[in-house]
């Protein structure tokens, strides 16, 4: 008898929170809600569900409510994003909510949002840019499919690393410049400006449905709230670990392995973060064609399991000193 395949990769150890309480919101877009602290300061934004099956930062949002915890300084906005997919949730095929009809984090260039294109992703997308353009920092909350360490994904740019380190966890910073397939949030207008200080920062807090990730999902969103001054310090520290968060190492990412054919396939089951040690070691093959890595010690992060044309598989990078390091 053969064993059970089973279309769970990973064990689904999270439930779906309620976030019926936070449909009205208050800013006229659902499931959107700002708190004006009545002084000066930045307007920041904490993002989840901008993949449906991403659990960890809804229910970090809805803890943050729960707790009351409001601004002392600028104006803080919590949004959960795609609500249509993830209310589709089912722990049973946990997969299928990532989005409805397209990836919402692949649609954020002016010529997308601004084109003829329509789909549930992009008018989603549509409603929340205002609120968007007028975001000073955003934390945007995800989760990934295999169980790899947190990740801060800081974009191509100084700007975003900056912000991670300031922030000060997840442990490893990834400096990345995206997808070929679209523009994600965290790369959108002023984010990817080098002349802005408007900034972002991704942050991937483990696998999707795994316990631990809720608690990396808490973890950053108090220390990204204390970094930018939004809450008053001795709230956050009440809330978070005594002990220091690690010293963080960066990755960056110099290509992303963009798919070319229908036929696809990884050369090992890789899950991320390999180190291989040399240049030339075939990785996959894209139809008849080896991928190899390029350089020695490269590291794969984030090997994708949607092996379909135009998708980014895997990214190849190296480790490079932080700020603190360096
Ligand atoms: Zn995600």
Redesign the pocket.
């Known amino acids: 008898m053969c064993a059970a395949v089973t279309t769970l990769d990973y064990p689904v150890e999270l439930s779906p929170p309620d976030i019926s309480p936070y449909r009205e919101g208050n800013t006229g877009i659902p499931y959107a809600t700002s708190f004006e602290s009545g002084q000066p300061g930045p307007h920041v934004m904490v993002s989840a569900l901008?993949?449906g099956n991403?659990l960890c930062g809804a229910l970090a949002l809805d803890w943050l409510f729960r707790e009351r915890i409001r601004p002392v300084r600028g104006r803080l906005t919590l949004a959960f994003v795609n609500v249509s997919a993830f209310g589709r949730f089912d722990p049973a095929d946990p997969s299928a909510s990532r989005y409805v009809d397209e990836d919402f984090?692949r649609v954020w260039s002016p010529e997308v949002l601004d084109g003829p294109r329509q789909s549930v992703e992009l008018a989603r997308a549509r409603s929340l840019r205002p609120l968007v353009d007028t975001v000073d920092l955003l934390l945007d909350l995800?989760?990934m499919h295999h169980p790899n360490p947190p990740l801060a994904l800081a974009g191509p740019l100084d700007k975003g690393q900056a912000l991670a380190e300031a922030v000060g966890t997840p442990a490893l910073i990834v400096r990345d410049a995206g997808h070929a397939a679209g523009t994600r949030m965290r790369d959108y207008g002023a984010f990817g400006d080098p002349g802005s200080r408007r900034a972002a920062l991704l942050v991937e807090c483990g696998q999707h449905w795994e316990r631990a990730s809720a608690a990396v999902a808490r973890e950053v969103l108090m220390r990204f709230l204390l970094a930018t001054g939004t809450i008053d310090p001795a709230v956050a520290r009440a809330r978070l670990p005594t002990d220091p968060p690690p010293p963080q190492r960066a990755i960056e990412v110099t290509e992303a392995v963009t798919i070319r054919t229908d036929a696809f396939r990884f050369a090992q089951p890789f899950v991320g973060l390999e180190v291989l040690a040399r240049a030339g070691t075939v990785i996959a093959h894209d139809g008849d064609e080896p991928v190899v890595t390029p350089f020695d010690d490269c590291v794969l992060v984030m090997p994708s399991r949607r092996l379909h044309k135009g998708m980014t598989a895997v990214r190849l990078g190296r480790y490079v000193d932080t700020r603190a390091a360096a």
């Open positions: 901008v993949h991403e984090n995800h989760s």
